[in-house]
């Protein structure tokens, strides 16, 4: 029996059963925008830049279950507009000033902003006051850059085995904390060496002493949009 | 008490068992005031889980406290119809009592002062908590009376019993809150017909949940009796904290019975044998005597193994608190909450009648759904689906609050005219209704005629009258700080979007707002309610944009004429620079024509 599909943006697309709409376009080569996923971890669903229209109604791609034959729209202006809004909540939302931090050019949300044409952040900054970790020798955890996508959290918790890293704070108070007695990260069992040091899709955590060894201007998305990269299914070497 | 053996005791009481971790903080707090990082830390050791678990409970209740608060936490309810009533000028009164700002504690320790969202006592004017312990009616001579008894530190034991005092306001009984009931009576009817004669009750009787949302009762029992495994649970939902809601209050007050043994009842049809009441931190109160009522049905045998002599029909009850988070009214986050973590909504599908309670088949009903099923265990379902409308059978009760003469409960039929709810309660010629809470919808004169009915304007019971004389634009900038404060912050979109809405309004309170910012707040409602992970966020702008479109003047009367004002006022900007360069004339001034 032939594989079952579902259209995207009128585009037939195969998926096994089970599979999430976001896992069925990136294989069939399809871009859909994300933050929270990641294909190592467990879908999140907190981000929702993945929303797209199923059926006629609002979902979050990367944990929909696609379903034979829908009708599913990825790239429209209406929805590409919402993206552009997400992406300057999330801007607003903390301190991402481009031009001096170290992720620049590898940094996903950055790399959103461009693809959805933010010229502005256009809502009024919040511009918290969030603490700084430089304790750990060898990673910087620099909580104004955090979008709260749990990336870290999953990763520790399910990859490295450690659950070093957690959300605590209701709503706007949101903040990352991390699992030692004192809070510090240098007090934890973290290492560079774990996934969750690498996987942060911003700036906020950050890997001492390698942050310039690309040169800015030859990093990922210097040289390819975030939209180009459907297929890799993975984080470009550099910018890990 | 030292914190290391506060810690222990609460970790033995509840077994070392990690899905107890909110009752552990509680119990823990309640010793020791609040829960500093060396207790989180000492509970995580003993419980053998990440201190960030702990953490992240911790910070997301608003009733447990990471920083020390006063011996005695004050805590005004802050919906707008007690503002209405005048609780801010009572809270102020009170932060000049003790000379602190709010949140702030007093430099002694004694006291915090300090807002907090509904606490489900509409009907009696403002209200407070004291440590947690409900004091409804406030006056200034009451205000002045509980300051002078903090002020000689007497213990909550030992103030006027009249200060505690909660009618149950009934003004209107029908069938549920009308008929008399022996206690017992709907097990032995549900026993009699066997569990598939009972489902087949609830069947036809069209029973839908009356927590606002109106899923068909039977269908989620029959899914979740259905769904694989042996281990399932019920969930009776009492975290009643939509702003205006006080029904399941009453409920859970003087027809305790019916409710609990509804739930026995679901547990019986779903072959269920362990049940929690997930109460709201606001109704510790109650909590006492909810206990009393679960050991008594226990002693009667109405509760525990083999309920009325039936073999095989266990069930029993827990009672589980929750701390101030309106979050966890909603069922998935509600089962997360029980589950000792921050009451976050779970991504859907799975329902919870099929992946709930540590990943068990779990039904969450509505206090008022389940005391409707002992009803119609008694009376069979086809007399339930007499009254109300097709869609809506039965009856509904109503909180009503606000600008009326008889603030209480009433209970209709579904279908009850919104206009026959006003003039039972003396709301003669009211401006507005607020039907359903914050999330509910906003309804106006020409739209009085409508029907209390899931299939015209649902609820889940709240109904707060706006008088002649109310700004609607302050309701609704209540009703946005409302949902900006309750926000989980798990999607994008409720996290910060809520706050963005609430700065707008805020904004435009101040006078500085203008067309530019009405034209963000609707594409943002828009946006919130179409990409938001749950029903908070699907609802959180529906004040907003129910008062543009049916209160404009409200708004329009607050905006300026230019098409944009800064962010920043920019001539109080520059005082400082005034003050160094000491002038104040008029040219050290910016004004409106530059």
């Given at each position: 029996?032939?594989?079952?599909?579902f259209?995207?943006?009128?585009v037939?697309?195969?998926?096994?059963?089970g599979?999430t709409?976001?896992?069925a376009a990136k294989?069939?080569?399809?871009f859909v925008?994300?933050l929270?996923h990641?294909?190592?971890?467990?879908?999140h669903?907190?981000c929702?830049?993945?929303?797209?229209?199923?059926?006629?109604?609002?979902?979050a791609?990367?944990?929909?279950?696609a379903v034979a034959d829908?009708?599913?729209?990825?790239?429209?202006p209406?929805?590409?507009?919402?993206?552009r809004?997400?992406?300057?909540?999330?801007?607003?939302?903390?301190?991402?000033?481009c031009p001096?931090?170290?992720?620049?050019?590898?940094?996903?949300?950055?790399?959103?902003?461009y693809?959805y044409e933010m010229?502005s952040p256009?809502?009024?900054?919040?511009?918290?006051?969030?603490?700084?970790d430089?304790?750990?020798?060898?990673?910087?955890?620099e909580?104004?850059?955090?979008?709260?996508?749990?990336?870290?959290?999953r990763a520790?918790?399910?990859?490295?085995?450690?659950?070093?890293?957690?959300?605590?704070?209701?709503g706007?108070?949101a903040?990352l904390i991390?699992?030692?007695?004192?809070g510090?990260?240098?007090?934890?069992?973290?290492?560079?060496?774990?996934?969750?040091?690498?996987?942060?899709?911003?700036?906020?955590?950050?890997v001492?002493?390698?942050?310039?060894?690309?040169?800015?201007?030859d990093?990922?998305?210097?040289?390819?949009?975030?939209?180009?990269?459907?297929e890799?299914?993975?984080?470009?070497e550099?910018?890990? | 008490?030292?914190?290391v053996?506060a810690v222990?005791?609460?970790?033995?009481?509840?077994?070392?068992?990690?899905?107890y971790?909110l009752?552990?903080?509680?119990?823990?707090?309640?010793?020791?005031g609040?829960?500093s990082?060396?207790?989180?830390?000492?509970?995580a050791?003993s419980?053998?889980?990440p201190?960030?678990?702990?953490?992240?409970v911790?910070?997301?209740?608003?009733?447990?406290?990471?920083?020390?608060?006063?011996?005695?936490?004050?805590?005004?309810s802050?919906?707008?119809?007690?503002?209405?009533?005048?609780?801010?000028?009572?809270f102020q009164?009170?932060?000049?009592?003790f000379?602190?700002?709010?949140?702030e504690?007093?430099?002694?320790?004694?006291?915090?002062?300090?807002?907090?969202?509904?606490?489900?006592?509409?009907?009696?004017g403002?209200?407070?908590?004291?440590?947690e312990?409900?004091i409804?009616?406030l006056?200034?001579q009451?205000?002045?009376?509980i300051?002078?008894?903090i002020?000689?530190?007497?213990p909550?034991?030992?103030?006027?019993a009249?200060?505690f005092?909660i009618?149950d306001?009934i003004?209107?009984?029908?069938?549920?809150?009308?008929?008399?009931?022996?206690?017992?009576?709907?097990?032995?009817?549900a026993i009699?017909?066997?569990?598939a004669?009972?489902?087949?009750?609830?069947?036809?009787?069209?029973?839908?949940g009356?927590?606002?949302?109106g899923?068909?009762?039977?269908t989620?029992?029959?899914?979740a009796?259905?769904?694989p495994?042996?281990?399932?649970?019920?969930?009776?939902?009492?975290?009643?904290?939509?702003?205006g809601?006080?029904?399941d209050?009453?409920?859970?007050?003087?027809y305790?019975?019916?409710?609990?043994?509804?739930?026995a009842?679901?547990?019986?049809v779903?072959?269920?044998?362990?049940?929690?009441?997930?109460?709201?931190?606001?109704y510790?109160?109650?909590?006492?005597?909810?206990?009393r009522?679960i050991e008594?049905?226990?002693?009667h045998?109405?509760l525990?193994?083999?309920?009325r002599?039936?073999?095989?029909f266990?069930?029993?009850?827990?009672?589980?608190?929750?701390?101030?988070a309106?979050?966890?009214?909603?069922?998935?986050?509600?089962?997360?909450?029980?589950?000792g973590?921050?009451?976050?909504?779970?991504?859907?599908?799975?329902?919870?009648?099929?992946r709930?309670?540590?990943?068990?088949?779990?039904?969450?009903?509505?206090?008022e759904?389940?005391a409707?099923?002992t009803?119609?265990?008694?009376?069979g379902?086809?007399s339930?689906?007499?009254?109300?409308t097709r869609?809506?059978t039965?009856?509904?009760?109503?909180?009503v609050s606000?600008?009326?003469?008889?603030?209480?409960?009433?209970?209709?039929?579904?279908?009850?005219?919104?206009?026959?709810?006003?003039q039972?309660?003396?709301?003669?010629s009211p401006?507005?209704?607020?039907?359903?809470?914050?999330?509910?919808?906003?309804?106006?004169?020409?739209?009085?005629?409508?029907?209390i009915?899931?299939?015209?304007?649902?609820?889940?019971?709240?109904?707060?009258?706006f008088?002649?004389?109310?700004?609607?634009?302050?309701?609704?900038?209540?009703f946005s700080?409302?949902?900006?404060?309750?926000?989980?912050?798990?999607?994008?979109?409720?996290?910060v979007?809520?706050?963005?809405?609430m700065a707008?309004m805020d904004?435009?309170?101040?006078?500085r707002?203008?067309?530019?910012?009405?034209?963000?707040?609707?594409r943002?409602?828009?946006?919130?309610r179409?990409?938001?992970?749950?029903?908070?966020?699907e609802?959180?702008?529906?004040?907003i944009?129910d008062t543009?479109?049916?209160f404009?003047?409200a708004?329009?009367?607050?905006?300026?004429?230019?098409d944009?004002?800064?962010?920043?006022?920019?001539d109080?900007?520059?005082?400082?620079?005034?003050k160094?360069?000491?002038?104040?004339?008029?040219a050290?001034?910016?004004?409106?024509e530059?």
């Amino acid at each position: 029996m032939a594989e079952p599909t579902f259209n995207i943006d009128e585009v037939p697309v195969p998926f096994k059963p089970g599979q999430t709409i976001l896992e069925a376009a990136k294989a069939a080569g399809l871009f859909v925008p994300h933050l929270c996923h990641h294909p190592e971890l467990h879908p999140h669903g907190g981000c929702k830049l993945c929303t797209v229209i199923v059926n006629g109604r609002t979902q979050a791609a990367c944990t929909y279950k696609a379903v034979a034959d829908a009708e599913v729209d990825v790239d429209t202006p209406e929805l590409n507009s919402m993206r552009r809004s997400m992406v300057q909540l999330l801007f607003i939302e903390g301190n991402h000033f481009c031009p001096t931090c170290e992720k620049s050019g590898n940094c996903e949300l950055q790399a959103l902003a461009y693809e959805y044409e933010m010229m502005s952040p256009h809502f009024v900054e919040f511009f918290p006051n969030r603490e700084i970790d430089a304790s750990h020798p060898d990673v910087l955890l620099e909580r104004n850059r955090c979008i709260m996508c749990e990336r870290c959290v999953r990763a520790s918790r399910d990859i490295d085995n450690k659950s070093v890293f957690g959300i605590a704070g209701r709503g706007g108070k949101a903040t990352l904390i991390v699992n030692s007695p004192t809070g510090k990260l240098v007090d934890s069992n973290f290492a560079v060496t774990d996934r969750a040091a690498t996987i942060c899709p911003v700036g906020a955590i950050i890997v001492k002493r390698s942050a310039f060894t690309t040169p800015i201007g030859d990093r990922a998305y210097d040289r390819a949009p975030i939209s180009a990269e459907a297929e890799v299914c993975e984080i470009p070497e550099d910018a890990k | 008490m030292s914190s290391v053996n506060a810690v222990a005791a609460a970790v033995d009481h509840y077994r070392a068992d990690p899905y107890y971790l909110l009752q552990i903080l509680r119990m823990a707090q309640a010793e020791l005031g609040w829960i500093s990082r060396e207790t989180q830390n000492e509970i995580a050791e003993s419980l053998n889980i990440p201190v960030t678990q702990v953490t992240s409970v911790v910070e997301f209740y608003s009733f447990l406290y990471s920083r020390p608060r006063g011996a005695y936490r004050v805590l005004f309810s802050d919906n707008i119809t007690d503002r209405m009533a005048g609780s801010l000028d009572l809270f102020q009164r009170m932060l000049r009592h003790f000379g602190v700002k709010r949140a702030e504690t007093s430099t002694d320790g004694l006291v915090s002062v300090e807002l907090t969202s509904c606490t489900g006592l509409c009907d009696h004017g403002p209200s407070l908590l004291v440590n947690e312990i409900a004091i409804p009616s406030l006056t200034e001579q009451r205000v002045d009376a509980i300051a002078s008894l903090i002020k000689s530190r007497t213990p909550l034991g030992g103030w006027p019993a009249s200060f505690f005092k909660i009618d149950d306001n009934i003004r209107r009984t029908e069938t549920l809150l009308g008929t008399p009931y022996t206690p017992g009576s709907g097990l032995d009817a549900a026993i009699n017909r066997g569990r598939a004669g009972t489902q087949d009750e609830i069947k036809r009787s069209k029973l839908r949940g009356r927590g606002g949302a109106g899923f068909p009762n039977a269908t989620k029992l029959d899914t979740a009796r259905n769904a694989p495994g042996i281990e399932k649970y019920i969930v009776c939902n009492a975290d009643e904290g939509e702003p205006g809601t006080f029904k399941d209050r009453v409920l859970l007050t003087s027809y305790s019975a019916r409710v609990l043994e509804g739930m026995a009842i679901a547990g019986y049809v779903v072959g269920a044998t362990r049940g929690f009441l997930y109460l709201r931190g606001e109704y510790e109160y109650l909590r006492p005597k909810l206990q009393r009522d679960i050991e008594q049905m226990r002693a009667h045998g109405r509760l525990g193994p083999s309920i009325r002599g039936a073999a095989g029909f266990d069930f029993d009850i827990e009672i589980y608190m929750g701390a101030g988070a309106y979050i966890c009214g909603e069922g998935t986050a509600q089962v997360t909450s029980l589950e000792g973590k921050p009451g976050r909504p779970r991504v859907k599908p799975p329902s919870m009648v099929i992946r709930g309670y540590k990943d068990k088949p779990t039904v969450v009903d509505n206090v008022e759904t389940l005391a409707h099923l002992t009803e119609i265990a008694i009376e069979g379902g086809a007399s339930f689906a007499r009254r109300g409308t097709r869609g809506s059978t039965g009856t509904k009760l109503i909180s009503v609050s606000g600008d009326c003469e008889r603030p209480g409960v009433y209970e209709y039929p579904m279908g009850v005219s919104i206009g026959r709810v006003l003039q039972d309660c003396g709301a003669p010629s009211p401006l507005a209704v607020q039907v359903g809470g914050p999330s509910g919808m906003l309804v106006t004169p020409d739209e009085f005629s409508r029907k209390i009915a899931f299939e015209d304007v649902p609820t889940g019971g709240a109904f707060m009258v706006f008088g002649p004389d109310r700004d609607m634009f302050e309701v609704a900038r209540n009703f946005s700080h409302f949902f900006a404060h309750e926000s989980c912050g798990f999607c994008t979109p409720c996290r910060v979007g809520t706050k963005v809405q609430m700065a707008l309004m805020d904004k435009i309170a101040a006078g500085r707002g203008s067309r530019y910012e009405v034209n963000d707040l609707m594409r943002l409602a828009d946006f919130i309610r179409r990409t938001a992970h749950c029903g908070l966020g699907e609802t959180a702008s529906n004040p907003i944009r129910d008062t543009w479109n049916k209160f404009r003047p409200a708004f329009e009367r607050r905006l300026i004429a230019q098409d944009f004002a800064p962010e920043v006022d920019l001539d109080a900007a520059l005082e400082p620079t005034r003050k160094v360069a000491h002038r104040d004339d008029a040219a050290a001034h910016l004004t409106a024509e530059g």
